[in-house]
């Protein structure tokens, strides 16, 4: 009987040649959940069992490693997530006054809450490794520096529109720098959720 993936066939052919671009064969499971989940939005439990196949790696290796790093959803999230740095120094640099602009931009009240066109959500993260240029985010695999309110709207309005709005100074999570900035540390990190209050 014939069935149904919910990874596409070009997304599986993809998971399947990330091996060999590592020592450990194994070590192509995390890009390969981040790959399923850029397609899907979230990881659902089959597609982290197609993924487990595409890479020859035990089922169970491959859920461990989606439920222990926050960078994974496994429920819906906006199609457009920005990961927004209130750690020490973006925030000494206006962090918080940005997600709560953020949170007006994208209509939300909450971290977690998906926006009505579903476009949207946000969460707050630790640092990113990129203090340097504070305030910062990571929306959608690529790091965007120095923000402010005027950049934000940026960000949401050409996700919102892209072919309308101009493209942002960004880099992507295996960075350049931003050209302006010239050489110097890189943001190397995946971001890591921050600890709820209380
Ligand atoms: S504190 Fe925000 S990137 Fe380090």
């Known amino acids: ?14 998971i399947k040649a990330l091996p060999a671009r590592y020592p450990q064969p194994r070590s192509a499971v995390m890009p390969a959940l981040d790959l399923a989940q850029e397609e899907l939005g979230y990881l659902t439990p ?22 222990f790093y926050t960078l994974f959803h496994l429920e819906p999230i906006g ?7 209130t750690n020490l120094s973006c925030t000494l640099r206006g962090a918080e006054e940005l997600v709560e ?16 066109d579903g476009l949207f959500s946000y969460e707050e993260v630790e640092c990113m490794g990129a203090c340097e240029y504070a ?36 880099s992507p999570l295996s960075p350049t720098l931003p050209p302006e900035r010239g050489e110097g540390d890189k943001p190397k990190r995946a971001p890591k959720k921050k600890k709820a209050d209380g």
């Open 1 to 14: 009987m014939k069935t149904t993936s919910v990874l596409s066939a070009h997304l599986i052919d993809e």
């Open 46 to 67: 089959e597609a982290m069992t197609e993924v487990a196949t595409a890479l020859q790696l035990d089922a169970g290796y491959v859920e461990g490693v989606a439920t």
């Open 79 to 85: 199609k457009h997530r920005f990961y927004m740095c």
């Open 101 to 116: 602009h953020l949170r007006g931009a994208i209509g939300v009240h909450e971290a977690g809450e998906v926006s009505k």
């Open 135 to 170: 305030p910062m985010c990571r929306v959608d695999h690529r790091y965007h520096y120095d923000l402010t309110a005027e950049k934000v709207d940026g960000l949401v309005a050409e996700r919102r529109s892209p072919a309308a709005a101009a493209p942002l100074s960004s």
